[in-house]
């Protein structure tokens, strides 16, 4: 008998997971993690509304980003879904009509949940680092931070870690003044610099893609179980 040869997870494998389970695909592994809890969702929401109106619509800011909500990456092998990612204009000046991208972000963040947390520090950002996504963030609902790092020699430098309803300025968005305390669910509902659409919309099928500051965030949906990683069944060579 030889010994067991791990068979990895493909594609298909990921499709099977139904559409209210986010399924990634890194290292060979499927990882399906639960929806967002209400914090990890209300900080994902209110971070677009923040940064959609000054960098993805020019309004109160520069503009030149796409903003993106829960946009599907395929990374050489790998499959990542992370919450929130943006690409320079210069470097995508053209919004691609596709059902996943191919092109690493310029900036990833990752919202952290005690389930979540491991897969998003141990295996995704070497991940991100590898393919050359400049700018990451680790927010952190729970614990009210923001980890902010730059990718510097091929490795993550953190640049600053902010903790509580402070303002602050975290690259690559430091054009503006971020004001955290809306993230944790303080202070009221941020006042943003464009219009919201009217109600909340449905959450985005797998493969389909929201600029949130066009269409605004998901509702928020329940909290569901843990997370979990699905290896497929191993065969003997």
Same mark, same amino acid.
């Given at each position: ?27 060979? @592994? ?37 903003? $993106? ?13 992370? @919450? ?12 691609? @009509? ?5 092109? !690493?972000?310029?900036? +990833? ?6 389930? /979540?947390?491991?897969? @998003? ?16 963030? $680790? ?19 953190? $640049? ?5 309803? /402070? ?13 955290? !305390? ?47 990683? +699905? ?7």
């Amino acid at each position: 008998m030889g010994s067991p040869v791990r068979r990895r997870a493909t594609y298909d494998d990921l499709l099977r997971v139904p559409d209210h389970r986010v399924a990634e695909i890194v290292d060979g @592994d499927l990882h399906v993690s639960p929806r967002p809890a209400s914090r990890q969702a209300l900080a994902k929401s209110v971070l677009g509304w923040e940064l959609g109106a000054p960098f993805d619509r020019g309004r109160g800011g520069p503009g030149g980003w796409w903003i $993106l909500f829960e946009p599907e990456l395929h990374l050489g092998q790998d499959v990542l879904v992370p @919450d929130v990612a943006g690409w320079r204009r210069e470097r995508m000046p053209e919004f691609p @009509d596709t059902p996943a991208f191919t092109l !690493a972000p310029d900036w +990833v963040c990752e919202v952290l949940s005690a389930g /979540t947390e491991r897969l @998003d520090r141990a295996k995704k950002m070497p991940v991100y680092a590898r393919e050359g996504v400049s700018h990451l963030w $680790l927010l952190g609902p729970v614990a009210r931070t923001l980890e902010a790092y730059r990718l510097t020699e091929g490795k993550w430098l953190l $640049l600053a870690t902010h903790e509580g309803a /402070t303002q602050v300025r975290a690259e690559p968005f430091d054009a503006v003044e971020l004001d955290l !305390a809306p993230l944790w669910g303080e202070g009221g509902r941020p006042t943003p610099a464009a219009p919201l659409p009217l109600g909340w919309g449905p959450r985005p099928q797998r493969q389909a893609h929201t600029s949130l500051a066009r269409t605004g965030p998901p509702r928020l949906p329940p909290r569901v179980r843990g997370p979990e990683t +699905v290896r497929p069944a191993e065969s003997v060579a």
